[in-house]
C-alpha cells in the first residue's frame, strides 16, 4: 500500500513536472 501511494505521487510529481516544462517550451517558442 505505502509503494502504490509512492508510484501514485511519484507519477503526480512526474505530470506537473511534464505540464510546467510544457508550458515553458511554449512561452519559448512564443518568444521566437
Same mark, same amino acid.
Given at each position: %500500500? =505505502? *509503494? @502504490? =501511494? @509512492? $508510484? !501514485? *505521487?511519484?507519477?503526480?510529481? $512526474? !505530470? !506537473?513536472? &511534464? =505540464? &510546467? %516544462?510544457? %508550458?515553458? =517550451? !511554449? &512561452?519559448? #517558442?512564443? &518568444? #521566437?
Amino acid at each position: %500500500m =505505502k *509503494l @502504490s =501511494k @509512492s $508510484t !501514485q *505521487l511519484r507519477k503526480e510529481i $512526474t !505530470q !506537473q513536472y &511534464e =505540464k &510546467e %516544462m510544457g %508550458m515553458e =517550451k !511554449q &512561452e519559448m #517558442v512564443d &518568444e #521566437v
